[in-house]
């Protein structure tokens, strides 16, 4: 048999060939439409509808005072809340103003999702005030706020030096300025040096005649008192418990020769001797 040849005209080549291509061209172009309208919805559910639909997370780190409903009613939050509906500045603000928070950050995270971090008030130090004809401690901060009211209980209970000789101490009170620095060298000598403050019982402020003021400290295990300026620092507190446990020690020192208070205002220790009567 002969070898028999086929033969196909370019033409018809060429015709399925743009044949092909078209059916390739139409489908892409579908899938290119069909994924504009799904990314077109996507982009109107994102930006034209979440925005506007209540939280889906609301994040409320709070504490044992001041807890998530507390911090919600505050903040101002409820169910119908929502990214846009809510300034973060607003409700950072609002919370802020709380006398038992010492500072809030919020966030807001698109579209629909919020979070309030709180960091609560520590207490450095306590004073007693009048409430109801009887004596209630109020829990006084390191920038000098009068922050919360206790009571006898939690006073027996905390390790916290005692600050009298305030004038009429009430809750959302502030130390005077020149008093804060007292406070706050209270709060790192309880995170540094915690023995050194627990042998303080009390620190009483006396004003000067003229400017100023003194601090009396009254130490736990000694009856005589230490007066020093305006602050006290761990190296003052130091020398202090060194003097006073040499008078405890020295057996020479009889009562009516221990001194009833020492003085550290010049930097050195200087006592009189009392008077016998």
Aim: charged share 25%; hydrophobic share 40%.
């Amino acid at each position: 048999m002969g070898t028999e040849y086929y033969y196909i005209d370019s033409e018809e080549i060429n015709a399925r060939k743009a044949k092909s291509s078209g059916k390739v061209e139409k489908g892409l172009k579908r899938l290119l439409v069909v994924a504009a309208a799904i990314f077109f919805a996507q982009m109107v559910w994102l930006f034209g509808i979440s925005p506007f639909i209540p939280f889906s997370t609301i994040e409320v780190h709070g504490f044992t005072e001041l807890g998530r409903a507390d911090v919600l009613m505050i903040a101002g939050i409820d169910d119908t809340s929502s990214f846009f509906s809510t300034n973060a500045r607003d409700v950072q603000e609002k919370v802020s103003s709380n006398i038992l928070v010492e500072s809030a950050v919020v966030m807001k995270r698109f579209p629909d999702r919020i979070s309030i971090f709180l960091t609560p008030r520590k207490a450095a130090a306590v004073t007693l005030a009048s409430y109801n004809s009887r004596q209630v401690p109020i829990f006084i901060d390191r920038q000098g706020v009068f922050y919360k009211m206790g009571n006898s209980t939690e006073l027996g209970s905390c390790d916290l030096p005692v600050i009298s000789g305030i004038e009429n101490p009430q809750l959302n009170m502030r130390l005077p300025a020149s008093l804060v620095t007292l406070v706050e060298s209270l709060s790192n000598m309880a995170q540094s040096s915690p023995e050194l403050l627990s042998a303080v019982s009390e620190i009483r402020i006396e004003r000067k005649t003229w400017d100023g003021f003194d601090l009396v400290i009254f130490p736990v295990h000694s009856p005589i008192k230490v007066r020093v300026e305006n602050n006290i620092s761990e190296d003052t507190l130091r020398y202090m418990l060194l003097m006073l446990n040499v008078f405890e020690n020295d057996s020479n020192h009889n009562d009516l020769r221990r001194p009833s208070e020492i003085d550290f205002r010049s930097g050195m220790g200087s006592y009189k001797i009392k008077e016998q009567s």
